[in-house]
């Protein structure tokens, strides 16, 4: 009988605690390249969504399990340069796998940029996208289940930001979107 105790206890209901660190391991999984936003975001949703332990473990199946051992307190982090996306009078585009940094600066003058950012893999929780935009259209795609931030302006311009709706909750990604431009087009969209 003592083998059985722990077997069978996936039906029992889940608590608020053990979905808070099924979403922190994933949230470190993000950060270590293993899942991507979109993957993050929709294994976020579902670890908030589940009822039973049983629906938690399945979201942590196909990731390592966290180091044993005393925690170690992170290395003072230094602030990374940002990365620079540009297009001048062309067309750039970022989508399938690709690594977006913490910081990101993205100029666009006379033309377009794409950024799609469901498969991209995050260097953490909370992600600044910097935008200059001068006579050109910029699209950023982002999955669902990412709170979106959008400041700034275009001036003789449009700012679109057509982005389901997310409830901020500890582990859940958060874009900012920093905006200035003239004459051009911005448009923000889940995807």
């Known amino acids: 009988m003592a083998g059985e105790e ?25 950060a270590e390249g293993r899942l991507t936003l979109e993957e993050l975001g929709a294994r976020i949703e579902a670890a908030y969504s589940a009822r039973a332990r ?7 199946a196909d990731l390592p399990e966290p180091a044993a051992g005393p925690a170690r307190p992170a290395p003072e982090k230094k602030r990374e340069p940002s990365s620079w996306i540009v297009s001048v009078m062309g067309e750039t585009t970022r989508r399938g796998h690709w690594r977006l ?14 950024l799609d950012l469901g498969q991209a893999v995050i260097e953490g929780n ?13 699209e950023v795609i982002v999955p669902e289940g990412v709170e979106v931030e959008v400041t700034g302006l275009v001036v003789m311009g449009s700012r679109r930001l057509e982005v389901k709706p997310v409830q901020p909750r500890p582990g859940v990604p958060r ?8 004459m051009g087009e911005l448009n923000v969209r889940t995807g």
Do not use: N, Y
């Open 6 to 30: 722990g077997e069978g206890l996936e039906h029992l209901r889940a608590s608020d605690g053990e979905r808070e660190q099924v979403v922190e391991r994933l949230s470190l999984a993000c």
């Open 54 to 60: 049983g629906e938690l473990g399945p979201l942590l």
């Open 101 to 114: 940094p913490s910081r990101a600066k993205v100029v666009t003058v006379m033309g377009e940029t794409l």
């Open 126 to 138: 909370e992600i600044e996208i910097s935008i200059f935009l001068l006579m050109g259209k910029q």
């Open 175 to 182: 874009l900012r979107l920093r905006v200035g431009g003239l």
